[in-house]
């Protein structure tokens, strides 16, 4: 939870996953809309792709491998530029942040710190590597990196649509459901599974990059 808390510095803030062009086309416009799209993203889209990618790297991580394979998707399945810089910085950073840890059980050091912070991968690789070698359960990183994205977003359109915090506290409780959901469907699935029929978010992430004013870098 520490890993994936807004105070995390990957610098989550400064993304809107292309929520910003939604809000500024009408698409997003308050709390009930809102919660669709994100659960269309959630079930759908990216964040669909992000866990069956994440379980895959997990899995990777835990057999001692880099998840090459599921890194490589990563970056081939970034719908646009900005797409990609949001997964593959934020995984840069999350990478370095987490040197501060080392990976230990029982106040015995396993690992050094290097080998446990993978740097220069697509953020959902990034943080499976990371769970799987410090000993974190699939299920419970699929859960916390899904809320996680789906409260960043939330967030994001709180300032600009703009919502109350009370309606971004409505829309996390009514994504709950839908998080725990694709977190079980994540933890049982494998790469043949990617897949996203979000078209719209890809074409308005697209648009956000030549946005004439605009508050977030995606």
């Not at 400064?14 to 809000?23: L, T």
């Not at 419970?140 to 300032?159: D, E, G």
């Not at 709950?176 to 699935?189: D, K, N």
Request: glycine share 8%; hydrophobic share 50%.
């Amino acid at each position: 939870m520490s890993w994936l808390s807004p105070a995390f510095p990957v610098g989550a803030f400064a993304y809107s996953h292309g929520i910003e062009r939604a809000i500024h086309d009408g698409l997003v416009r308050d709390r009930a809309t809102l919660v669709e799209w994100l659960a269309d993203l959630l079930t759908l889209g990216s964040g669909w792709n992000d866990a069956v990618l994440l379980a895959a790297a997990w899995r990777d991580g835990q057999a001692g491998g880099d998840a090459a394979d599921a890194a490589e998707l990563a970056e081939a399945m970034a719908g646009s530029r900005e797409r990609h810089m949001e997964t593959t910085l934020q995984g840069e950073a999350f990478g370095h942040a987490l040197g501060h840890w080392t990976v230990s059980m029982a106040g015995v050091v396993l690992d050094t710190a290097p080998r446990a912070c993978p740097v220069n991968l697509p953020y959902p690789v990034a943080i499976a590597i990371a769970a799987a070698r410090h000993g974190i359960a699939l299920d419970h990183t699929l859960a916390a990196y899904l809320h996680a994205f789906a409260s960043n977003l939330i967030q994001a359109a709180v300032r600009l649509v703009p919502l109350g915090q009370r309606d971004g506290v409505a829309a996390i409780v009514a994504l709950e459901p839908v998080v725990l959901a694709t977190a079980e469907r994540g933890a049982a699935s494998s790469l043949d599974d990617l897949g996203s029929c979000a078209i719209i978010s890809d074409i308005l992430s697209m648009k956000h990059e030549v946005q004439y004013s605009r508050v977030f870098r995606t």
